[in-house]
């Protein structure tokens, strides 16, 4: 069975430091695709960054960028530099390779950037 | 940019009555997908079609149907409508292969 977990509810950060939010995954496939996507206040759902699971180096996009742990089945967010309008909720997802393109879903991560 | 919309943005209805969530995408994306968001479950699939004529039970498809008339149009239909199905709705299309979705804004449905 495929699942995503994600363990922490909600993170509070400073303005202008790091962050690492954490995803877990099950899956019995050798190919698949993982995703992370934010939710915001206004509850507009945009996809942020993706990493394939062949590919050993970690994706980057502007300030975030993933920690991928294939052995572990693990695939962290990290965002630098945080930004008030970072605050948001931040959803782990994953695709199987043969799914249709269904994604699948962990429970979300609220996080906070307060000033 | 994709775009996906979705009608209407807010509903509410009774339980017992029929409820139709439309969503339309401009994006020409064969795949499109119905999910529905709430606390502590994230966004669960409940219906998807590969395209028009075409629909696929998601995770969560029970008390739940699908249309796609079109490659743009993809309809979800509550028949007999409960109270557990309040909830935030959401509609995505995509391409093929593995691909990010693209997700409309949401529809709020209470279900009285």
């Known amino acids: 069975a495929q699942k995503v977990t994600q363990t922490q509810t909600s993170i509070s950060v400073m303005e202008k430091t790091t962050v690492t939010m954490d995803c877990v995954y099950e899956?019995?496939?050798?190919?698949?695709?993982l995703f992370w996507y934010k939710q915001t206040a206004s509850g507009e759902i945009v996809f942020l960054i993706r990493?394939?699971?062949?590919?050993?180096e970690n994706a980057t996009v502007g300030h975030y960028s993933l920690n991928f742990q294939k052995p572990k089945s693990s695939i962290g967010l990290i965002i630098t530099a945080t930004q008030i309008e970072d605050s948001a909720v931040y959803f782990c997802a994953m695709m199987r390779g043969s799914s249709g393109n269904k994604l699948i879903f962990g429970i979300g991560t609220l996080l906070s950037v307060k000033p | 940019e994709a775009a996906v919309t979705q009608s209407p943005r807010n509903k509410v209805a009774v339980t017992g009555g029929k409820v139709t969530l439309s969503c339309n995408q401009t994006?020409?994306?064969?795949?499109m997908y119905w999910y529905r968001q709430d606390t502590g479950h994230g966004l669960r699939l409940i219906h998807y079609?590969?395209?028009?004529?075409?629909?696929e039970k998601g995770d969560i498809p029970d008390g739940y149907k699908a249309s796609r008339p079109s490659q743009e149009n993809f309809s979800l239909i509550l028949e007999l409508a409960t109270p557990s199905q309040t909830s935030v709705y959401f509609c995505a299309s995509g391409t093929t292969g593995a691909e990010t979705l693209y997700f409309g804004s949401g529809t709020r449905l209470t279900v009285l």
């Open positions: 079609s590969y395209g028009a004529g075409s629909t």
């Open positions: 899956t019995q496939d050798s190919s698949y695709f």
């Open positions: 994006n020409n994306h064969n795949n």
């Open positions: 990493q394939d699971s062949y590919k050993k």
